[in-house]
């Protein structure tokens, strides 16, 4: 790429280990004014540490980084934020009661002769949100944003910062078809005004489409910077895990048994009406539908996290109420959840803690827990879901993605479930544990139970569903079975 | 999990073995068994309540109403107690089962109305003071019978009763919150509320738990200290519950909940004991205790989130 300008950013030989593990291990990488540089490889590969020194969160403990040739010593947030260096983090964090101009603005606000020039704050954010193109008040309050607006408003936040160089991180998750347009639009105008962008992403297609050039790390190391057109899909994933994966979803074809669940004319006013499917054992139904089309509320009234106005739920031919996520555990209905971190896992809890939350009282006697009970079932589901961890003993905060989805399934997986129902199972999973988790599914569904599989990644609702339920609106408009299904006629029904 | 707290605590148990070094070089009196007896007996009573509201601070909630549930208790068992009323069995159930309900309350009321543990156990810190004085009419209650007063001074093989009663309560309450699915599950509400209800705990009936709990010792609390000075005070415990807090805190409990042992919170209640009494023994007055106290109250804690950064 651009070897005519000087780098912006030029890192070498960085080193860093936590507790005696090498996070990082001679990390290379530089950035030219201009170009969009993707960092690539698993959860674990170390994208996250080596972003955290470059925003000088974390200190390394050896190596160099040169920021405009000038070698930068003693990092701290503050002076890298002087630098140029913005990032845009995975989970925002906007002030809710404030409003989009203030936000913007935080700790940088125009005073005027007493007050902070409230009116100056407006023009300023509206110029600049006019200029990306972004359409909104920035009048409304943060809380009433979509987490598409907030990544939108922060991504201008780090423009009016006068940034050189933009560290998105899986900026495009949370964002629609047309959102992530609006994204690569100002990411393109960007480039021409000569910012820099570190683009952390497991969307391929995005890479692919975007990056200039491609800098892969795998288990902390650096393996490689190339052209992206020197690199395809399968050698680009190839060099990510070090291996090939040849078929991602490997599904079987099975034979359905008996009826696990079935629900009849569920409604929950605003969010769903009259929903009506069943689910068999050995089989995978998955529900697609756009955001905002009932998708995880369905899965959360059918699990007793909300309560539904109308409607039966049926398990194995009975009629069930359910008032609480223990009642549906309790009669064999358990839900992985797509907000990991808000209903996934407790962070401060170690891998066997988690692993066993849900079906604690089959490893207790009198209310006492049999820590040798739980540990021995622990550590055998640990081996057979490959969950990387320090010891049964971490906790799982330290813990990347992929391996704290493993144990959020694995938790489900302990309560012996007749229905599973799994919502957005591989959202920000690196393509190795998505894998794993895929043949997971097939080999789950093919042992009898039923799944349901929420999700947004078209591929992966066809790779994995038997049969699929579309939603428009919070209506269900259509239920395709696996031979007819295809991406074109999914969203022919999603926006129906 | 274990493993980091682990080096917290040595982290607290070293500081707390730095000043009792240099206190007992200071003041050879200090390292005698009658001097070490009396710390231990005086903070017994502040040891059950920090005992008791290290449950609730775990699962992320607070307990304000510790020293109202104190005096009504202490009122309680007091006027059941007089010599030649009833069994000393009586006035201790009695006292007990109202620091229960209290607590008990507590937890009702925070669970079904989901009001803060702040706002509603500020509410009973209240309530428990004029039910305290409406009880005892507003008189301290007296003439308490020689059983009674047993449990406050007596010894059994030449160890104080309320060494005895704060051993035993220290001991189950380590069990419950290391052992038990209970104390499994105040963890999980305090580390991730919604996450713990998704995974099917009952959220209810664990915080109904914790609030009874720290009701159930302050009760005991209550009974020990009106038989210890031989008097049902209805204004007695005022500010106890500041007390507690203050120990569960140094002892490495965090006020956002998911994270605290026992253990710290025992050794908190031990350093806050140490330092009033070396303090006293160089005749340092008690406006200065106050002080003091309270700048190891915020290094305690600012030790402890420097500790945090460095671990994670």
Not at chain 1, 107 to 124: N, S, T, Y
Not at chain 1, 288 to 314: N, P, Q, V
Not at chain 2, 97 to 125: C, E, R, Y
Request: with cysteine; glycine share 10%; net charge positive.
């Amino acid at each position: 790429m651009p070897e005519s300008g000087k780098q912006i950013i030029r890192v070498k030989d960085l080193n860093k280990s936590f507790s005696g593990i090498k996070a990082l291990d001679s990390i290379q990488f530089d950035l030219y004014p201009g170009e969009v540089h993707a960092l690539m490889g698993e959860n674990g590969a170390g994208k996250s540490t080596f972003m955290k020194i470059l925003m000088g969160l974390i200190l390394p403990d050896s190596g160099s980084i040169n920021f405009n040739g000038e070698l930068i010593e003693n990092m701290d947030v503050h002076k890298m934020l002087q630098k140029g260096i913005s990032m845009i983090h995975q989970e925002i964090l906007m002030v809710p009661e404030l409003t989009v101009a203030q936000n913007i603005f935080l700790g940088r606000e125009f005073k005027g002769r007493v007050w902070v020039d409230e009116h100056q704050l407006d023009q300023q954010s509206q110029e600049l949100l006019n200029l990306i193109g972004i359409d909104l008040n920035v009048k409304t309050k943060a809380k009433q944003l979509s987490i598409a607006q907030m990544q939108l408003i922060e991504i201008a936040k780090a423009i009016s910062n006068h940034a050189k160089v933009i560290i998105m991180d899986e900026p495009s998750s949370a964002l629609s078809a047309k959102e992530c347009e609006l994204l690569f639009k100002i990411i393109k105008d960007l480039k021409s005004k000569g910012v820099a962008i570190i683009y952390i992403s497991h969307k391929l297609e995005e890479i692919f489409r975007i990056a200039d050039r491609i800098t892969v790390l795998r288990d902390g190391k650096y393996i490689t910077t190339k052209n992206t057109n020197e690199l395809d899909k399968n050698s680009l994933i190839s060099l990510m895990v070090g291996r090939e994966i040849e078929n991602l979803f490997d599904s079987d074809s099975r034979v359905p048994g008996n009826v696990i669940l079935e629900v009849k004319g569920l409604t929950k006013k605003g969010k769903f009406e009259h929903i009506k499917f069943q689910v068999h054992a050995r089989e995978v139904l998955g529900i697609a539908g756009l955001m905002g089309a009932g998708r995880t509320e369905i899965a959360r009234a059918i699990f007793g996290l909300d309560k539904i106005d109308s409607g039966e739920i049926l398990l194995k031919g009975h009629k069930i109420e359910i008032r609480s996520p223990k009642d549906a555990i309790e009669q064999g209905i358990v839900y992985v959840s797509e907000d990991r971190k808000a209903l996934g896992f407790i962070p401060e809890l170690s891998v066997i803690e988690n692993i066993t939350l849900s079906n604690l009282k089959n490893f207790s006697k009198r209310g006492f827990i049999q820590t040798k009970k739980e540990t021995k079932v622990s550590s055998q589901m640990v081996d057979d879901l490959k969950i990387k961890a320090a010891g049964l003993k971490q906790k799982v905060i330290n813990l990347s993605g992929g391996n704290q989805q493993k144990i959020v399934i694995a938790k489900a997986l302990l309560t012996s479930p007749a229905l599973l129902i799994l919502d957005e199972p591989t959202r920000g999973i690196d393509i190795g544990a998505k894998h794993e988790i895929y043949k997971l599914i097939n080999q789950l569904a093919n042992n009898g139970l039923a799944v349901i599989i929420i999700s947004s990644e078209l591929p992966e609702i066809l790779g994995m569903s038997d049969r699929i339920l579309v939603l428009s609106k919070g209506k269900q408009t259509a239920i395709l079975n696996k031979q007819e299904a295809s991406q074109e006629k999914i969203m022919h029904y999603a926006i129906h | 999990m274990q493993y980091i707290n682990n080096i917290r605590q040595y982290g607290l148990l070293i500081v707390f073995g730095i000043i009792c070094l240099i206190i007992s070089l200071i003041t050879p009196q200090f390292l005698t068994i009658s001097n070490l007896t009396i710390i231990v007996t005086q903070v017994s009573i502040n040891a059950l309540l920090a005992f008791g509201v290290t449950f609730v601070i775990i699962t992320g909630g607070i307990d304000l109403s510790l020293g109202s549930i104190v005096a009504v208790s202490g009122v309680t068992s007091a006027m059941l107690a007089h010599p030649d009323s009833y069994p000393v069995l009586i006035p201790i159930i009695m006292g007990l089962l109202a620091g229960l309900l209290m607590g008990a309350f507590n937890g009702f009321i925070i669970t079904k109305s989901k009001i803060a543990p702040f706002i509603v156990t500020l509410g009973t810190m209240t309530i428990g003071r004029g039910l305290a004085l409406i009880l005892s009419d507003g008189r301290p209650v007296s003439n308490l019978s020689d059983s009674f007063n047993y449990l406050g001074s007596g010894t059994v093989l030449g160890i104080p009763v309320l060494i005895l009663i704060f051993i035993l309560v220290f001991v189950l309450c380590s069990i419950i919150l290391n052992k038990t699915i209970l104390g499994r599950y105040i963890y999980a509400i305090g580390g991730n509320e919604q996450a713990a209800r998704a995974s099917g705990i009952n959220i209810d009936r664990v915080k109904l738990s914790v609030y009874s709990i720290s009701g159930l010792l302050a009760g005991l609390a209550g009974i020990l200290l009106a038989s210890r000075i031989t008097t049902g005070q209805p204004n007695a415990g005022a500010g106890f519950e500041l007390d507690a807090i203050a120990a569960v805190v140094i002892g490495g409990t965090s006020t956002a909940g998911g994270r605290g042992t026992m253990a710290g919170t025992l050794i908190g209640v031990l350093l806050i004991g140490v330092i009033n009494n070396g303090l006293d023994l160089l005749n340092v007055t008690s406006y200065y205790q106050q002080v003091v106290m309270g700048i190891i109250i915020i290094g305690a804690v600012v030790l402890d989130s420097l500790n945090q950064k460095s671990t994670s």
